[in-house]
């Protein structure tokens, strides 16, 4: 690998209040494929964080901080992020940064609950918004907590048992929370033709937060080329479910097509639009649940 043209670092955003392991299972993979990978933590906004009231504008300039400490202006990077960390991730990548962004990767992107998940009474939230009385009121996380492989799912049931997170984050979600990501969604979607760099879009279709026709409702409005790829074998946890594996080969292909070229070089393009056949079946392994050192 040349000096002069490095892969782009891969930073990944976890979702609302949980963590790093969120990506955990990525790791290996993303190692053996040269990516040099980090995964950004954000004060008051990556757990434990305080559960005092904060708005999507503390989360996006907590996360700008925590980028700018860590990268200057001659690294190239990629910025990708789960679930509400993508639309961190994709706020972050439209705003000048000292940075160059090179690209952006959003998995399991959510810009409206409409997953078939998604109960009675949830439906039912603006009317709490309505009362002010989400301030009181938690959601409470619940089977199949985003994982439609039956031996993950069981292993973070346990987690939850015995602790109040777990590797898809933490056991409840404050309703002011959910409201403060449903203003940051309407905000990027508003603004998602802005954005100018290459996007990569990971959704499972049986996603049970967010589904894949909303993401493709906001694709549309892109500017620049993007690609969707559906998966078939998980749900909203993409990052540790069956189709994990593909997860971490699409975010290293994807990185290795942002590679900054020379002057000289034509630009490597991407379709306007793609959606790849299904990946071959790859039986899940459980060996490497832990957090990498």
Not at 13 to 35: D, K, N, Y
Not at 135 to 157: A, D, H, L, S, Y
Not at 213 to 222: M, N, Q
């Amino acid at each position: 690998m040349s000096d002069q043209n490095p892969l782009p670092t891969l930073v990944l955003i976890h979702g609302l209040f949980s963590s790093p392991m969120e990506f955990a299972l990525l790791a290996r993979t993303l190692r053996a494929r040269g990516v040099a990978f980090d995964c950004l933590e954000i004060p008051g906004y990556t757990s434990p964080a305080s559960r005092a009231r904060s708005t999507w504008q503390d989360w996006i300039a907590a996360a700008g901080i925590a980028l700018d400490a860590k990268y200057g202006r001659d690294v190239p990077i990629v910025l990708g992020g789960l679930c509400v960390g993508g639309m961190v991730a994709a706020e972050l990548a439209r705003r000048p940064r000292r940075q160059r962004v090179a690209g952006l990767a959003l998995m399991s992107p959510t810009f409206a609950y409409d997953g078939w998940s998604i109960g009675f009474w949830q439906r039912r939230r603006n009317l709490a918004y309505a009362l002010h009385i989400d301030r009181w009121m938690t959601v409470q996380e619940k089977e199949p907590f985003g994982i439609k492989n039956p031996k993950t799912r069981q292993w973070i049931m346990q987690e939850l048992t015995e602790r109040a997170a777990s590797a898809v984050g933490p056991a409840s979600l404050p309703l002011r929370a959910i409201r403060e990501t449903e203003r940051l969604y309407a905000h990027v979607e508003a603004r998602f033709g802005t954005i100018d760099v290459p996007i990569l879009a990971l959704h499972a279709r049986e996603d049970e937060i967010s589904s894949v026709e909303s993401v493709e409702r906001v694709l549309d409005k892109a500017s620049h080329p993007t690609r969707l790829v559906v998966l078939e074998r998980s749900y909203h946890m993409i990052t540790i479910d069956n189709d994990r594996l593909r997860v971490a080969h699409e975010l290293a292909d994807f990185v290795g097509a942002c590679r900054p070229q020379p002057a000289t070089a034509r630009l490597v393009s991407m379709p306007r639009r793609a959606e790849l056949p299904t990946a071959p079946r790859i039986a899940p392994s459980f060996t490497d649940l832990s957090m990498p050192t």
